[in-house]
């Protein structure tokens, strides 16, 4: 499930969490530290209730389309839960309802993500984790399910285009963002949707959904330690991009030769018909330029 949000990406997320989970002190004590695939961590540790709120912010929203197809930030955050390489879509929610755990996915100007709600017991709350990283990691943005969810978006989108306050906006947008990518909402169309395919999804996801891209907000009764194990346990199976590590560069030392060897002139051939003009017209010129030399020459031995 994939709710849309408009807004910039901050602190919000964060701040969310804490309301949801019922954290209402004055001084919340917020932790912040980075974890080994490159991911910043926020947590606030809250005893109130049972339960730990998560959510996973990526620098992938609707900023980060194309001009020539938006809207796959949307269709790929909502395909996250459609199915991974092991279970299918029903038997991820079947999970999550047996776990008693709220999933949804969400994707706005700026970012792109999940939340996962769940007891923090851990017969419950580890399997849960299970299922939130592997729809993660593992997606696999069925070919049924995009079509299923491409025909959904347009017909809320013409929908949305018989209410005036939606015209409006869009034709704000537009003018306020004519080439920028705040204004990818504002040029969401039949065919643009129409013209997305599993390919593009699969590139977004794989170029954007990152660990070193990732934040992740946790709120709840958890330690320290817990959070962290889980933040790991989140992120760990994400598609990290190949580095190409060059070898140091050594300059080459000056040996002596061994032996002597004879330098030979390369010749140089003309390979175009403009280039053997040029070469007959040089010939001409060097041998005009002889028979002057000579014929002067040999007039001063006569007269001599």
């Keep these: 499930m994939c709710v849309k949000f408009s807004g910039r990406w901050s602190l919000g997320g964060l701040l969310l969490l804490l309301c949801v989970s019922g954290?209402?002190?004055?001084?919340?004590?917020l932790q912040r530290w980075q974890t080994a695939q490159g991911a910043t961590v926020m947590f606030v540790e809250s005893h109130a209730n049972p339960m730990v709120d998560v959510q996973v912010d990526f620098d992938a929203g609707t900023r980060r389309d194309t001009l020539a197809k938006p809207g796959v930030s949307e269709l790929t955050a909502?395909?996250?839960?459609?199915?991974?390489?092991?279970?299918?879509?029903?038997?991820?929610r079947g999970q999550l309802a047996d776990l008693g755990a709220q999933f949804s996915t969400y994707a706005q100007?700026?970012?792109?993500?999940?939340r996962l709600r769940s007891?923090?017991?851990?017969?419950?709350?580890?399997?849960?984790?299970?299922?939130?990283?592997?729809?993660?990691?593992?997606?696999?943005?069925?070919?049924?399910?995009?079509?299923?969810e491409k025909q959904r978006s347009i017909e809320m989108?013409?929908?949305?285009?018989?209410?005036?306050?939606?015209?409006?906006?869009?034709?704000?947008?537009?003018?306020?963002?004519?080439?920028?990518?705040?204004?990818?909402?504002?040029?969401?169309?039949?065919?643009s949707l129409q013209s997305i395919s599993r390919a593009d999804l699969v590139t977004f996801w794989r170029q954007h959904y990152q660990p070193q891209r990732a934040v992740?907000?946790?709120?709840?009764?958890?330690?320290?330690?817990?959070?962290q194990r889980l933040a790991e346990q989140l992120l760990a199976g994400l598609f990290k991009p190949m580095v190409v590590r060059h070898k140091p560069y050594r300059p080459c030392r000056w040996r002596k030769p061994k032996k002597n060897y004879t330098c030979v002139m390369p010749v140089v051939r003309p390979t175009s018909l403009s280039a053997w003009r040029c070469s007959s017209v040089m010939i001409r010129i060097i041998s005009r330029w002889w028979s002057a030399t000579t014929f002067w020459v040999v007039a001063g031995l006569i007269r001599a």
């Design 119 to 148: 007891l923090t017991e851990p017969a419950l709350l580890q399997p849960a984790l299970a299922v939130a990283a592997e729809m993660l990691s593992t997606p696999t943005f069925p070919t049924a399910v995009l079509q299923r």
């Design 23 to 29: 954290v209402t002190q004055a001084a919340v004590a």
């Design 157 to 191: 989108l013409k929908q949305q285009e018989t209410k005036a306050e939606f015209l409006a906006e869009r034709t704000l947008s537009r003018l306020v963002y004519p080439t920028h990518p705040y204004g990818n909402d504002a040029r969401l169309s039949e065919t």
């Design 216 to 227: 992740v907000s946790i709120v709840g009764d958890v330690s320290r330690e817990q959070a």
């Design 109 to 114: 100007d700026e970012s792109a993500g999940l």
């Design 78 to 92: 909502d395909l996250l839960d459609a199915g991974t390489r092991r279970h299918d879509e029903e038997q991820l």
